[in-house]
């Protein structure tokens, strides 16, 4: 405690210690290996609980429930791993499951596998907390906590099912009897496949009705949450493929930089033509709308150098840039003569002061669509020919 001039008294803070980032990235990658370790350990403790029942250091209605329990913290602990590796906040909040899994068990059952398995647990997690302020901080990428969720539900299912079929064993025909009868009949029941077990009880009816409602419920759940989102990435995988593949057997196109009104027109105008165009744009909804109206696209900035070489410029008949900004027309004409040095780029701009730094960065020509606007107006105010492209719309007889 020290005073301070107005006559209070502060306490003094204690100074925060910071480990290096390259000591903490050791740290945190040994814990992930000893989470997978401890959770195979796990695992093996429950298999031998079950195969070989030790003697329980005292008796009670719950004697002999453990292995499903330590099994069940086992498979957490080795899923957790490499969110534990990527320091992900989720990988410390759910790791905290496998100590009050395992520790219950001991309380409920106490023989020396699950003592051993609590032990276990809680070594781990007491390992892991020095460093939690790592993960509350988050970690880069994403958090992934939508995905655990699910398999840490359908652990958690796994385990009710197993554990409360062996409890009301008798309120079955057959009875169950034995945590390799339990663990069939709860898979069966969850995956709606059907099973030789049929309840004979209201109470077991219920239980039924219950484990089938949260089976099917966690199924659809991963199915939304794991199974599409993998779907969608093998799907845009094949699709980058095959966009791969024909730019690669495309000659003497066109490329349009940008999707501007100005790039939509351009691209409608040449296509109309015959010529071969394909479209270059960061604006993912730009390139899906023009996509569904048959034009070839690709989703990239045609400023960068392997955007471009991805759409065959070496092979290209010319360059259209016609970009929104005036500032990244002129980086991409830049770009595209340092790749091409006697590709024709024509190159559009907002402004006329910008038109002699398009050509000076290496454009052929460069239009001011402010300026050929003007032109068309001030003909069509006149009553001139209008050139053509230019719609004059029905005279009035």
């Known amino acids: 405690m020290s005073s301070a001039p107005g006559g209070e008294r502060t306490r003094a803070r204690r100074p925060v210690s910071l480990q290096p980032p390259d000591v903490f990235?050791?740290?945190?990658?040994?814990?992930?290996?000893?989470?997978?370790?401890?959770?195979?350990g796990l695992v093996v403790v429950g298999i031998a609980s079950a195969t070989y029942p030790p003697r329980d250091f005292y008796h009670d209605a719950f004697?002999?429930?453990?292995?499903?329990?330590?099994?069940?913290?086992?498979?957490?602990?080795?899923?957790?791993?490499?969110?534990?590796?990527?320091?992900?906040?989720?990988?410390?909040?759910?790791?905290?499951?496998?100590?009050?899994?395992?520790?219950?068990?001991?309380?409920?059952?106490?023989?020396?596998?699950?003592?051993?398995?609590?032990?276990?647990?809680?070594?781990?997690?007491?390992?892991?907390s020095p460093i939690r302020s790592g993960f509350y901080r988050g970690a880069p990428g994403r958090s992934g906590a939508t995905e655990l969720a699910v398999v840490v539900a359908g652990l958690l299912t796994l385990l009710f099912g197993t554990v409360g079929s062996l409890e009301i064993g008798g309120d079955f025909s057959p009875n169950v009897r034995g945590w390799a009868e339990a663990l069939y009949f709860t898979v069966t029941t969850i995956s709606t496949n059907g099973s030789t077990v049929a309840p004979i009880t209201n109470g077991g009816r219920l239980f039924v009705v219950g484990l089938i409602?949260?089976?099917?419920?966690?199924?659809?759940?991963?199915?939304?949450?794991l199974f599409l989102p993998f779907l969608e990435r093998r799907l845009s995988g094949l699709t980058a493929r095959l966009e791969r593949a024909q730019m690669q057997e495309l000659e003497q196109h066109v490329l349009v930089c940008g999707a501007s009104p100005e790039a939509v027109a351009t691209a409608r105008a040449l296509r109309a033509a015959g010529a071969r165009t394909v479209l270059v744009s960061p604006d993912s909804?730009?390139?899906?709308?023009?996509?569904?109206?048959?034009?070839?696209?690709?989703?990239?900035?045609?400023?960068?150098?392997?955007?471009?070489?991805?759409?065959?410029?070496?092979?290209?008949?010319?360059?259209?840039?016609?970009?929104?900004?005036?500032?990244?027309?002129?980086?991409t004409v830049i770009t595209a003569r340092a790749l091409q040095p006697n590709l024709r780029i024509v190159a559009i701009a907002s402004s006329d002061s910008s038109l002699p730094k398009l050509r000076r960065a290496g454009a052929n020509e460069a239009v001011s669509v402010v300026s050929v606007a003007a032109q068309l107006m001030s003909r069509a105010a006149l009553g001139e020919e209008s050139p053509p492209g230019a719609d004059r719309g029905a005279r009035p007889g």
């Open 25 to 40: 990235a050791r740290r945190v990658r040994r814990l992930a290996l000893w989470s997978t370790i401890v959770g195979v």
């Open 63 to 128: 004697s002999g429930y453990d292995p499903p329990f330590a099994v069940v913290a086992g498979i957490l602990l080795i899923v957790l791993a490499p969110r534990v590796r990527e320091r992900q906040t989720v990988a410390w909040l759910f790791s905290l499951l496998a100590p009050a899994l395992t520790c219950s068990a001991a309380l409920a059952s106490a023989n020396p596998y699950s003592v051993g398995a609590a032990g276990a647990s809680v070594a781990y997690v007491a390992a892991l």
């Open 213 to 225: 409602f949260l089976g099917v419920g966690i199924f659809l759940s991963a199915v939304v949450v």
């Open 285 to 331: 909804n730009a390139i899906e709308l023009l996509r569904s109206e048959g034009f070839r696209t690709h989703l990239g900035d045609p400023s960068v150098e392997e955007d471009l070489r991805s759409v065959g410029i070496d092979r290209a008949r010319a360059v259209v840039v016609a970009q929104a900004s005036d500032a990244e027309n002129l980086l």
